[in-house]
């Protein structure tokens, strides 16, 4: 039974992240993008560390983990 709730909440979790991905470019904010990221631009290469994404992304995955963690 426990695993069939982790099945669908994993479902609905990828859904949902296919969702942003596919709407992405029309949302007012663009993950990899937000201010605080780091992008350098040589003649040749470009260096990239989405620094203020990642904290982002990491605040909301430990929120969510907190979450479904209680019990």
């Known amino acids: ?3 069939g709730r982790t099945l669908i909440i ?3 979790m990828i859904a949902a ?4 991905i ?8 663009r ?3 937000l201010p605080g ?3 350098i631009r040589g ?3 470009v260096f990239y560390f989405p620094i203020t994404t990642s904290l982002l992304l990491s605040l909301l995955l430990s929120f969510l983990f907190w979450l479904f963690g209680r019990r």
């Open 1 to 3: 039974m426990n695993i």
């Open 10 to 12: 994993l479902g609905l």
């Open 17 to 20: 992240l296919g969702v942003l």
């Open 22 to 29: 596919t709407l992405g470019q029309r949302l007012p904010i």
């Open 31 to 33: 993950f990899g993008r």
């Open 37 to 39: 990221d780091i992008a």
């Open 43 to 45: 003649k040749h290469s």
